[in-house]
């Protein structure tokens, strides 16, 4: 007896189901799908961390287009991002991007979005924790919670979280005044 039941083990025949083929289909597809979503949304996040110390200044090239200067004690983060995004942690940075560049830039200050749409600013964060944005040449435009506001070349603007305080006229060396006690200007 036990022979007859091995024999009709192998004599058995494959029967198409429908419900098995949606099943392992609905499966491969999660995985396929799954597969996907790892690899798109795992792309590591590049972020870079300049800082300077109470003494030192720095200038950086963030991208061929684009370049950075520290005064001394600020921080500053950039990320790789497209638009590019950087936060400014402390201190005074200045901006100089090249007015052909098609890269965009994103500045976080606090709870501001500076965006860019000139070539050369700065942002200063006092230590009583007033921020002024100077333009030298071109367009930003500030978000804060009030509103969006722009500020044209040789214009200023002190602002915070919510709102733009005092926005007036400057000269181009008010742009960024602490680069005239560096040695080797910018």
């Known amino acids: ?108 200050v606090g709870e501001a979005l500076i965006e860019n749409i000139g070539t050369r600013f700065s942002i200063r964060m006092n230590k009583d924790g007033s921020r002024i944005v100077s333009v030298a040449e071109g367009q930003l435009k500030i978000n804060v919670a009030s509103g969006a506001y722009q500020i044209s070349a040789l214009e200023q603007a002190d602002f915070d979280n919510v709102k733009i305080n005092r926005h007036r006229l400057i000269s181009e060396r008010e742009v960024a005044p602490w680069t005239a006690n560096w040695n080797n200007g910018f």
């Not at 025949?13 to 597969?35: D, E, M, N, P, Q």
């Not at 370049?67 to 990320?79: H, K, M, N, P, V």
Request: hydrophobic content about 45%; proline content about 3%; charged content about 20%.
């Open 1 to 108: 007896m036990s022979a007859h039941k091995s024999t009709d083990s192998a004599s058995k025949t494959f029967v198409f189901s429908w419900r098995r083929f949606l099943l392992h289909t609905s499966i491969l597809a999660a995985g396929l799908l799954l597969g996907w979503m790892t690899w798109y949304f795992s792309k590591p996040q590049s972020v870079r961390f300049h800082e300077t110390k109470a003494d030192e200044y720095l200038t950086v090239a963030v991208t061929p287009h684009i370049e950075i200067a520290l005064d001394a004690g600020s921080s500053i983060a950039i990320t790789d991002h497209q638009p590019m995004r950087m936060e400014l942690f402390k201190g005074n940075v200045y901006f100089n991007i090249d007015k052909n560049t098609m890269e965009q830039v994103r500045i976080k």
